[in-house]
């Protein structure tokens, strides 16, 4: 089945935020950001900039009228700055006038005179200021003090990886209409619409069932509309609240680049043991996470860093620091893979330093150290591992020995090209960490033409997740796709949500849309069974009609509709799902806190030309587990978007700020990322449809995040290619591998510890 927004895509006619009609008399917002990433406001003249054409008003955090907060799991953040900026783009006024021109050229008469304060851009240098956002968090399985003295090898080093930029096609923004008895219609770019709901009744002060949140879809989220949505609809929606006009906002590309948060930087220094047969004995790893100014998702992102520390190996003694470290940068967040791919890249790098030095493939220590059935983790919970399984049909299948053979003869014969392999096995836990966010809500009518309407929690933002939910719907009802649509994401329809995120969306509301359609079948198969004085287990709905003891009949599932309408059963009904079996207690950080774990293994290629430092990636090969996929055009998707902004991160895009915390790569000119021309010339995807029984919906296993994983083997593929030019020098374990990176390494001449990674990164 076709993603059911294929048609509408294609001929643009699917409605976005700013797609929407606007109301006579909406206004514009725009804000005024601070220049500077740290520093007190000594003074904030707005009088030129109030008095331009069209201007009707500039809020400061002085018209709140509810609480100047947005902070969600720690309350740090103000929505407009009230006397210190925490970094460059940190909102601190918010113009509102007749039209956007109007709006954004007043911003540009604000003139703030701060006074600067230290600016801390390094996470390490926060750490030893302690400047934590909150206290570190250690994970731990055996004992590694113990086990060294059990290795014959042991090596130490640091591994660093950088942001990245979400680029969602669509930026963020909001439109807030007032409504009758001071409530609010907030229209929203979010995968969060409660966590909009409850930003705006704080900051406006309004009651949660006066704020209306209402989204049809998004032109992507990737994590980055999580949380940070929150702001520019509380800015619009106080705005609209006082002034009792429409309120828009939808931020320039650039404007959106410069005051949200992206992925997580890390720095981490590892120290892993393996003893005679190259088993992985110890893994100690220390993390730094750069959080930015405010905490936002650091917390649970630095939790699942912690998760996925040993990927997907066996190590029978861990211990795992980390910390989350606030810096004058905006404040980082969620970002596909929620800081489970930073932990994966720690513990590759480790494995590459002893491969390395010892002159082996790589390889040879990730096989050996695969994750099998019934294998801890260093969190608590036992493995249903499918890490062999994917490990060993990828080798073979793809024939990892004749690549590799194929790459030495090449790079024998080749003096200016060389070619790289690297395998990137992927393990990635499903659920929610917080246990409490792993529940789901569906509503589902049935009306009196058969026709169904589904409205969830979940938000669809180019995911596909409407077309799976539609598919469950079909599948109870055994009706055609055409006869169900799924209406928008409303916080007046389905209540306390959790955001559409975590790789969990389909399975959350999906399950809750099954039970919410098998309860009104089963209401339907009931008053046909009464009817015909047979066992209720003898009616079943196929095929558009109702079938007894595996007989047609010729009653429809139009008439059988109405009939239990005539018979006053109930055609709608609300269902609550929350996910079975997870716990953690974080005060033993031990617990069995995912659904289940998808696996997979990719086996990346790339050629380097040694002279340009330039290079392609050719072929990325995969085995990837998708349970038994609901919709493999869809599943499809996912793993080729996700695989090539994975290698985007770990290859292209480079955020860099300099030394006083501002954005240079603040436009498409100066940062780049994958487009036609660097993708993969060769994506093969095996579906690896495992049989065994899981949380899933349907048993299909989540697929948002785990692809994203295995562009971190383009890295090593690309280490890789380097070393077979240039063996002698070091360079450090420093992501991306942008091509100047790739350059300076083949001409590297340095050895270890002489070069500092990100020395100079402005
Ligand atoms: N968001 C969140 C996530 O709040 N908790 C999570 O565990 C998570 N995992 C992945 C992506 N987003
Ligand atoms: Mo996401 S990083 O699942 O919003």
């Known amino acids: 089945m076709k993603n059911i927004d294929a048609y509408t895509h294609v001929r643009g006619e699917s409605i976005y935020l700013d797609d929407i009609p606007l109301i006579q008399g909406t206004l514009f917002g725009a804000s005024f950001g601070s220049p500077m990433a740290h520093g007190t406001i000594v003074n904030l003249d707005l009088s030129e900039a109030a008095a331009m054409p069209g201007v009707v008003r500039i809020f400061t955090y002085k018209d709140i009228t509810g609480e100047n907060q947005i902070g969600g799991i720690v309350p740090d953040e103000p929505l407009l700055s009230d006397q210190e900026v925490h970094f460059c783009g940190m909102p601190v006024a918010f113009v509102?006038?007749?039209?956007?021109?109007?709006?954004?050229?007043?911003?540009?008469?604000?003139?703030?005179?701060?006074?600067?304060?230290?600016?801390?851009?390094?996470?390490?240098?926060?750490?030893?200021?302690?400047?934590?956002?909150?206290?570190?968090?250690?994970?731990?399985?055996?004992?590694?003090?113990?086990?060294?003295?059990?290795?014959?090898?042991?090596?130490?080093?640091?591994?660093?990886?950088?942001?990245?930029?979400?680029?969602?096609?669509?930026?963020?923004?909001?439109?807030?209409?007032?409504?009758?008895?001071?409530?609010?219609?907030?229209y929203s770019s979010t995968q969060g619409p409660t966590a909009v709901q409850r930003a705006v009744s704080r900051v406006t002060g309004l009651p949660m069932h006066q704020v209306e949140v209402e989204v049809n879809r998004l032109g992507g989220g990737f994590g980055g509309k999580e949380d940070q949505a929150n702001t520019w609809a509380a800015l619009c929606a106080l705005a609209a609240h006082l002034l009792k006009r429409p309120v828009k906002y939808s931020l320039h590309r650039m404007e959106d680049m410069a005051m949200t948060g992206k992925r997580h930087p890390y720095s981490a220094d590892f120290r892993i043991g393996l003893n005679e047969e190259l088993k992985i004995v110890a893994y100690e790893v220390t993390f730094y996470q750069n959080a930015g100014a405010a905490a936002d998702l650091s917390p649970a992102v630095m939790e699942r860093t912690?998760?996925?520390?040993?990927?997907?190996?066996?190590?029978?003694?861990?211990?795992?620091?980390?910390?989350?470290?606030?810096?004058?940068?905006?404040?980082?967040?969620?970002?596909?893979?929620?800081?489970?791919?930073?932990?994966?890249?720690?513990?590759?790098?480790?494995?590459?330093?002893?491969?390395?030095?010892?002159?082996?493939?790589?390889?040879?220590?990730?096989e050996r150290n695969l994750l099998q059935t019934g294998d801890e983790f260093p969190y608590g919970q036992k493995a249903q591992s499918e890490a062999p399984e994917c490990w060993h049909k990828a080798t073979e299948l793809y024939h990892l020995t004749d690549l590799r053979k194929e790459t030495t003869v090449f790079n024998a014969a080749n003096k200016w090209y060389k070619k790289g392999l690297a395998c990137m096995p992927v393990?990635?836990?499903?659920?929610?960490?917080?246990?409490?966010?792993?529940?789901?809500?569906?509503?589902?009518?049935?009306?009196?033409?058969?026709?169904?309407?589904i409205t969830t929690g979940a938000v669809e933002m180019g995911q596909g997740v409407n077309t799976k939910i539609l598919q469950v719907a079909a599948k109870v009802f055994s009706i055609q796709p055409d006869k169900i649509k799924i209406h928008t994401t409303n916080t007046f329809k389905i209540a306390n949500t959790s955001p559409s995120a975590a790789s969990a969306t389909a399975d959350l509301n999906g399950k809750a849309t099954l039970l919410a359609c098998t309860a009104i079948a089963n209401r339907l198969k009931k008053m046909v069974a009464e009817e015909l004085s047979v066992a209720e287990d003898a009616i079943t709905l196929q095929d558009e009609f109702v079938w007894v003891n595996g007989q047609k009949t010729d009653r429809d599932w139009k008439s059988l509709v109405m009939a239990g309408h005539i018979k006053r059963i109930g055609l709608s009904e609300h269902a609550h799902y929350a996910t079975p079996e997870i716990h953690f207690d974080a005060t033993k950080e031990k617990?069995?806190?995912?659904?289940?774990?998808?696996?997979?293994?990719?086996?990346?290629?790339?050629?380097?030309?040694?002279?340009?430092?330039?290079?392609?990636?050719?072929?990325?090969?995969?085995?990837?587990?998708?349970?038994?996929?609901?919709?493999?055009?869809?599943?499809?998707?996912?793993?080729?978007?996700?695989?090539?902004?994975?290698?985007?991160?770990?290859?292209?895009?480079?955020?860099?700020?300099?030394?006083?915390?501002?954005?240079?790569?603040?436009?498409?000119?100066?940062?780049?990322?994958?487009?036609i021309y660097s993708v993969p010339k060769e994506i093969a995807i095996d579906f690896l449809q495992t049989p065994h029984d899981n949380l899933a919906i349907f048993r299909s296993k989540a697929v948002g995040e785990p692809p994203l994983m295995y562009g971190i083997?383009?890295?090593?593929?690309?280490?890789?290619?380097?070393?077979?030019?240039?063996?002698?020098?070091?360079?450090?374990?420093?992501?991306?591998?942008?091509?100047?990176?790739?350059?300076?390494?083949?001409?590297?001449?340095?050895?270890e510890g002489i070069i500092q990674p990100h020395e100079e990164t402005s």
């Open 306 to 366: 912690l998760f996925h520390c040993t990927n997907s190996y066996f190590i029978p003694n861990v211990k795992a620091t980390a910390y989350s470290c606030r810096t004058h940068l905006p404040p980082n967040t969620a970002f596909r893979g929620f800081g489970g791919p930073q932990g994966m890249f720690m513990i590759e790098s480790a494995i590459a330093k002893a491969a390395e030095t010892l002159g082996i493939e790589a390889s040879v220590i990730q």
């Open 591 to 675: 617990g069995h806190p995912f659904a289940y774990h998808v696996y997979g293994t990719a086996i990346l290629g790339v050629t380097v030309d040694c002279i340009r430092g330039t290079y392609t990636v050719d072929t990325v090969k995969v085995v990837h587990d998708f349970g038994s996929s609901m919709n493999t055009a869809v599943d499809l998707g996912q793993i080729e978007g996700g695989i090539v902004q994975g290698i985007g991160w770990m290859t292209m895009e480079e955020v860099v700020y300099d030394k006083e915390g501002r954005l240079r790569s603040n436009a498409l000119s100066t940062y780049k990322v994958p487009d």
């Open 427 to 453: 393990c990635f836990g499903i659920s929610f960490t917080k246990t409490l966010m792993n529940q789901a809500r569906s509503l589902v009518h049935v009306y009196t033409d058969g026709s169904v309407g």
């Open 96 to 186: 509102v006038a007749e039209s956007i021109d109007a709006a954004r050229a007043a911003v540009k008469k604000i003139k703030a005179t701060i006074e600067p304060l230290r600016v801390i851009t390094d996470p390490r240098e926060a750490q030893a200021l302690g400047e934590l956002i909150i206290p570190p968090r250690t994970f731990q399985l055996g004992n590694t003090n113990e086990a060294w003295s059990q290795c014959k090898h042991i090596f130490e080093g640091r591994a660093d990886t950088n942001g990245q930029e979400h680029l969602y096609i669509e930026t963020q923004g909001a439109y807030a209409v007032p409504q009758e008895y001071q409530a609010i219609k907030i």
């Open 713 to 751: 083997g383009a890295y090593f593929a690309l280490r890789n290619a380097v070393r077979a030019f240039n063996n002698k020098g070091y360079f450090p374990f420093d992501a991306p591998m942008t091509p100047e990176k790739v350059l300076m390494a083949l001409y590297a001449t340095q050895q």
